[in-house]
């Protein structure tokens, strides 16, 4: 074969590689991004439903029987439970993957509670938790991860088999003895396994990314409620919590529906498992004659919830109305602490790959001018 048509052929084949990576690598990347998209796609046909004086079943079942690809399978299973006489919640449980677990959470509440119009609102709050900065952030930990750190790694490896030796032969011979790139070149293996731990842990970051709901369904499966501990662990998403719990709770007690019972579904709806085993606390406290404020405590540790919560009994205003300024604090402060905790670990990132550089340069430049300093006194 010619070897210009063989070269041709070669490129060819390395260029359809990198294209079918580059998309394997859009579609997972994008995976949570449409997710939500077809959660707010829900979302608004419920809401068009609701403003057409149509309930929940007759929206889903008559777009259900359109046949129309473009709302997915799953929304067409769902419609198909609906169809058969299931309720909301059953439906939503038979296909779970329709939408994330704390927007069915919510909207189960709602249903139950009366105000699907109120908990939509809360729904699409949750769903615009990553704003565009933190966002931006994240694809650049991910660009990081996925580009930079590999091939500083392979640079490391391939500078400490094939050119180190090289430079400390030459530097034996000329009768130097570069003291940090022999202290470099005994520990290389421990610095690649350590770059190595760091890149394993960066991409373990990445599934939990990319995986949502659905691997965190699969921890659970091994570890039930890991994830949920896990998730419990980080401030912003404890603040996110903390602020669903409370949209729910005011929404189904302004809906008048008893004090526990709220307390039972603005647990579920978060679909963690931490914030559901205080919520049965807090109906526990309930059921020994503790007031709503007193049994809040375990949700709340500060006690902002508390006295916002007793500031709103007694006043004619209700729940939800009283606790929305407190609800957009705790978004505004989970936010703050998201993007502080994506720009701190891109930059401490940075600065440890740049430190591995700045110790090997400095080694190899150490070496150079003592070879130069050898070669003038020789």
Same mark, same amino acid.
């Given at each position: 074969?010619?070897?210009?048509?063989?070269?041709?052929?070669?490129?060819?084949?390395?260029?359809?590689?990198?294209?079918?990576?580059?998309?394997?690598?859009?579609?997972?990347?994008?995976?949570?991004?449409?997710?939500?998209?077809?959660?707010?796609?829900?979302?608004?046909?419920?809401?068009?439903?609701?403003?057409?004086?149509?309930? =929940?079943? *007759? %929206?889903?079942?008559? $777009? /259900?029987?359109? #046949?129309?690809?473009?709302?997915?399978?799953?929304?067409? +299973?769902? !419609?198909?439970?609906?169809?058969?006489?299931?309720?909301?919640?059953?439906?939503?449980?038979?296909?779970?993957?329709?939408?994330?677990?704390?927007?069915?959470?919510?909207?189960?509440?709602?249903?139950?509670?009366?105000?699907?119009?109120?908990?939509?609102?809360?729904?699409?709050?949750?769903?615009?938790?990553?704003?565009?900065?933190?966002?931006?952030?994240?694809?650049?930990?991910?660009?990081?991860?996925?580009?930079?750190?590999?091939?500083?790694?392979?640079?490391?490896?391939?500078?400490?088999?094939?050119?180190?030796?090289?430079?400390?032969?030459?530097?034996?011979?000329?009768?130097?003895?570069?003291?940090?790139?022999?202290?470099?070149?005994?520990?290389?293996?421990?610095?690649? =396994?350590? *770059? %190595?731990?760091?890149? $394993? /842990?960066?991409? #373990?970051?990445?599934?939990?990314?990319?995986?949502?709901? +659905?691997? !965190?369904?699969?921890?659970?499966?091994?570890?039930?409620?890991?994830?949920?501990?896990?998730?419990?662990?980080?401030?912003?998403?404890?603040?996110?919590?903390?602020?669903?719990?409370?949209?729910?709770?005011?929404?189904?007690?302004?809906?008048?529906?008893?004090?526990?019972?709220?307390?039972?579904?603005?647990?579920?709806?978060?679909?963690?498992?931490?914030?559901?085993?205080?919520?049965?606390?807090?109906?526990?406290?309930?059921?020994?004659?503790?007031?709503?404020?007193?049994?809040?405590?375990?949700?709340?540790?500060?006690?902002?919830?508390?006295?916002?919560?007793?500031?709103?009994?007694?006043?004619?205003?209700?729940?939800?109305?009283?606790?929305?300024?407190?609800?957009?604090?705790?978004?505004?402060?989970?936010?703050? $602490?998201?993007?502080?905790?994506?720009?701190?670990?891109?930059?401490?990132?940075?600065?440890?790959?740049?430190?591995?550089?700045?110790?090997?340069?400095?080694?190899?430049?150490?070496?150079?001018?003592?070879?130069?300093?050898?070669?003038?006194?020789?």
């Amino acid at each position: 074969m010619n070897p210009l048509v063989l070269n041709l052929l070669v490129w060819l084949l390395e260029l359809m590689a990198l294209a079918v990576l580059a998309y394997l690598a859009y579609f997972f990347l994008s995976l949570p991004l449409r997710r939500r998209e077809r959660a707010r796609l829900f979302l608004d046909l419920i809401e068009l439903g609701l403003r057409d004086g149509r309930s =929940v079943e *007759q %929206t889903v079942c008559a $777009l /259900g029987a359109t #046949g129309d690809r473009a709302l997915g399978s799953r929304f067409h +299973r769902f !419609a198909t439970h609906l169809a058969s006489g299931l309720t909301l919640a059953q439906a939503l449980e038979r296909v779970p993957g329709l939408l994330p677990p704390p927007v069915a959470g919510m909207l189960r509440a709602g249903h139950e509670g009366g105000d699907l119009p109120g908990v939509l609102a809360v729904c699409r709050r949750r769903l615009q938790d990553h704003v565009d900065a933190v966002a931006a952030a994240h694809h650049y930990f991910m660009l990081f991860a996925l580009v930079v750190s590999p091939a500083w790694i392979a640079t490391f490896a391939a500078l400490f088999v094939i050119v180190m030796p090289k430079f400390l032969a030459i530097a034996a011979d000329m009768g130097t003895t570069p003291a940090l790139l022999i202290a470099l070149t005994s520990h290389s293996k421990i610095l690649v =396994v350590a *770059q %190595t731990a760091l890149l $394993l /842990g960066l991409y #373990g970051v990445i599934l939990a990314y990319v995986g949502g709901p +659905r691997l !965190a369904g699969w921890i659970s499966r091994i570890w039930p409620g890991l994830p949920d501990r896990v998730a419990w662990l980080f401030p912003w998403k404890r603040l996110r919590l903390q602020r669903d719990f409370s949209s729910v709770l005011a929404m189904l007690l302004d809906a008048g529906l008893p004090e526990a019972r709220a307390l039972d579904l603005a647990g579920e709806s978060t679909a963690n498992a931490v914030m559901r085993g205080r919520a049965v606390g807090a109906v526990t406290d309930l059921e020994r004659g503790a007031g709503l404020p007193s049994a809040l405590r375990r949700l709340d540790a500060s006690g902002q919830f508390r006295w916002r919560l007793e500031n709103a009994m007694q006043g004619p205003a209700r729940f939800r109305a009283a606790l929305d300024g407190w609800h957009e604090v705790l978004s505004a402060r989970a936010w703050q $602490l998201e993007q502080t905790a994506a720009q701190l670990a891109t930059t401490g990132l940075v600065l440890v790959n740049g430190l591995f550089v700045g110790v090997l340069a400095l080694g190899v430049f150490g070496m150079l001018l003592s070879m130069i300093e050898g070669g003038f006194l020789w």
